[in-house]
């Protein structure tokens, strides 16, 4: 069975620093890897994705997410983070098959100090 | 695209009443998903239809949740009778048909339980 884990539950930045979120992930094999954004009320927005090729991938908002296979890892970066990224992620898998369903991880809760 | 519409956005009941959540999935998606979000257990699958045909349900809790697809456009999740640990945030989502589709979020619906 796949799964996911995140670490750090909460973590907290300054505003311009810089950000990495941890993703762990356990499957077979290469699965999809996700990361998700969900502020405040809000439904779940897709933030970035990686199905195979180049293992940095481009997201919205400035993220970027590097897929490492030797660490079973998906961290979520960005380089200078704005008061406007305080939200929760989530980071999620699919397998590859007919069913392909996504399975996420518990989540980081990040707030943005002024 | 209006995005995946649910309704209500928030819902509160009493112990033992039937609760209805609606939603209407993204057109032209051949997948819908019913997700549970709670803060005991994060992110939950319950149920997935594809082509409106119930695919995996073993994420529905109990025989009180049921959940239909009469048709393309339009889904519900049944809790009967409900209980005040079914409060949580329910999240549709809907999906084209390929595996590397990604999944559209609703903005949920918020049950409270009294």
């Known amino acids: 069975a796949q799964s996911v884990t995140q670490p750090d539950i909460h973590i907290t930045v300054s505003e311009g620093a810089s950000l990495e979120l941890r993703c762990n992930y356990s499957?077979?094999?290469?699965?999809?890897l996700f990361w998700y954004v969900q502020s405040p009320g809000q439904g779940l927005q897709l933030l970035l994705k990686y199905f195979s090729g180049d293992t940095l991938v481009q997201g919205i908002k400035g993220f970027e997410a590097e897929f490492k296979r030797s660490q079973s890892s998906f961290n979520l970066r960005k380089p200078s983070v704005h008061w406007s990224d305080a939200a929760e992620y989530f980071c999620a898998v699919a397998g590859r098959d007919a069913g392909n369903m996504l399975t996420f991880g518990g989540g980081t809760r990040l707030m943005v100090k002024p | 695209d209006a995005g995946v519409i649910q309704s209500p956005r928030h819902e509160v009941t009493e112990m033992g009443q039937e609760v209805t959540l609606r939603c209407k999935p993204i057109s032209g998606h051949n997948s819908l998903f019913w997700y549970r979000q709670t803060m005991m257990r994060g992110l939950e699958l319950l149920i997935y239809f594809n082509n409106n045909v119930p695919i995996d349900d073993s994420g529905m809790p109990e025989d009180r949740f049921s959940a239909k697809m009469p048709n393309a456009s339009f889904s519900t999740l049944k809790i009967q009778p409900s209980e005040p640990r079914d409060s949580a945030v329910y999240f549709c989502?809907?999906?084209?048909?390929?595996?590397?589709?990604?999944?559209?979020f609703g903005p949920g619906t918020r049950l409270t339980v009294l």
């Open positions: 499957y077979g094999a290469t699965p999809y």
């Open positions: 989502a809907s999906r084209r048909t390929g595996l590397t589709d990604t999944q559209y």
